[in-house]
């Protein structure tokens, strides 16, 4: 898909090209294949504001395709029905529902007061140390910025739901939804309904959620203020017969395996990105559909069985390709279309997600036994399991064509004077001396890339405006090996800080949820595929995590230390076998072990400018 700016007059705007298979759906579903593209003003004659606003406004407008796209598809699938005034009010209340857990998730990710007062006494201490430093010297060497920010946390979360609050007042006087237009379109999706913008159930059910979700702000001012309600998790329907229906609602949403769920999520995986919360959220919901939504203190071990049987027959991507039917429906819809079915590493996942959420409820709920929630697992297989590229591939991908010189930008095949020296080159790079997931990488930013007592690291943080990290081990900061110094990575990175740019990978476009990842992944599989790198399909950039392993341990670096420096759990008996070791590793000692990593195959004399 390509985008691009546009400017008509002195006006700038973006123009992003219509998906063909939504221009397919529409052919098939409606009769015309519609406009190949959509152009949207970005309302300035300024470049770089146009610049900043065109990456949101590119996000919006491919959320819309996927919308329209699943709407389609949902119309194709199955016959569309009228909400009534009570599937509104209970769509509304899971609304409130999954706001109020984002709140609370929020306020468990905020730092301590001595977290904060701990960070502040180092930054003393580090401009202490250094009185020859200026003032950008020490907003470039210490955690002055971090601790800014963490100080600010809450009292930023609550002016920007100030600032919500009063444009969702403004929104009913002039009865506009255009702020709740992405939860009307996710619920019609979810629940099958026909629902067009501008008709009577749009507008009744935006004046629900504009509503409910002042009620939510409501709650977290309370919250605020350390006021917590017994009944923070009770809504009161706008109509209707309100004591008999919120009494329902209430004790089913209290007993529910979705309303726990929330919780658990909250409590265990606080710093889950949208990608993550997306699928355990389609896990648990499965299961509830195969199941029966049903207190979870009757959940059995036939009902997982079911499940796991289910799963072995379930078509992958079952959301995307069948939005809105139920898991059982799905698959007798996939025996007639032969859409591909889960793989036993998916299948793996989800019921290892469903088993540590029983261990939580068994722990935190009366009358749940964890073993109703635990089944053995789909043995791993061979063909499935993700492996370290080779010595051969690891020199076909650094020492490729376009990196060592190329024919031209078209014709990165042949040999030429032409050389790759954007993100292209570097993702591979940052990858193949990190081992770091790629969403790690490309959500760094240039700040992220800094000296720490005069050794330049990498910081994997989620502390940044859209950032997100598997778990907390993942949060560490890399040293950065020399090799990608001697690249010229410190150039790189001051080069998007010369574009007046935040992001080091702001190049890669984003995708809906605003990650650059997706079209990394995307673009580096292609390139494997390319130069004939076997086995893109298992792994991607994901293999650099298995090839760094094995780089390092042929450094001599035992196993304890290389999963300190990939961000992994350290377990009880990995720090028993080391006894007296100190889990955090310094810098310098960080600096010691990655330098270690070697790829002899490699010839980076040819990479060098």
Known sequence: MTTNLLRRGATYYVRVATPTTLQDLRQDRAGHRGSREVLRSLRTKDLGVARDRSSEEIVRIRREFKEEEASLRAAGGRALTAPSDQDLQAAAFEFRADELVADERERLHRPSRSE???????????????????????????????????????????????????????????????????????????????????????????????????????????????EYSPDDDVVVPISGRADTCRDRVASKRAEGIRYYFGLYLAERHPNLGKSGLKDRWATIRQLSQSAGDKPVTEYRKADLMAYKNLLSYLPARME???????PAKAVERNKKDGHPTLKAASIRNKLSTISAFGTWLEENVDGVDASNFRVSLPPRTDSARMEPFTDAQVAAILNARAFVGCESEKN?????????????????????????????????????????????????????VGQSLKNASSRRELPVHPQLLELGLVGFVQSAAAASQRDIFYQVPLDADGRHSTHAGKWFRKFLARIR???????????????????????????????????????????TSHYGREVDLSVKQGHALISKAAYPSVDFELLKA
């Open 116 to 226: 904060i007062l701990r960070r502040a006494e180092l930054v003393r201490s580090q401009l202490d140390a250094n009185p020859q430093w200026t003032q950008l010297q020490a907003l470039a060497n210490s955690d002055y910025v971090r601790v800014e920010a963490m100080a600010q946390t809450a009292e930023t979360a609550t002016e920007r739901r100030g600032h919500l609050a009063d444009a969702l007042r403004q929104s009913l006087v002039d009865n506009e939804f255009h702020l709740v237009d992405w939860a009307i379109s996710d619920a019609a999706r979810r629940h099958g309904w026909r629902i067009n913008r501008g008709d009577s159930a749009y507008r009744t059910f935006g004046r629900h959620l504009l509503k409910t979700w002042l009620g939510v702000l409501g709650t977290a001012a309370a919250r605020d203020r350390g």
């Open 320 to 326: 995307k390709l069948y939005p809105g039917l139920s």
């Open 412 to 464: 990165q095949l042949e040999p030429g004077r032409y050389r790759v020296r954007d993100w292209r080159f570097w993702l591979p790079m940052i990858l193949a001396f990190t081992g770091a997931r790629l969403n790690e990488v490309v959500q760094l930013r240039v700040q992220d890339v800094r000296q720490v007592d005069g050794v330049w690291i990498f910081d994997f943080t989620d502390e940044g």
């Open 533 to 575: 790198v076997k086995g893109s399909d298992l792994g991607g950039t994901h293999r650099w995590r298995h090839t760094l392993t094995d780089a390092l341990r042929r450094g001599g670096v035992q196993d304890f230390d290389i999963g300190r420096l990939l961000g992994h759990d350290v377990n009880v008996a990995r720090m």
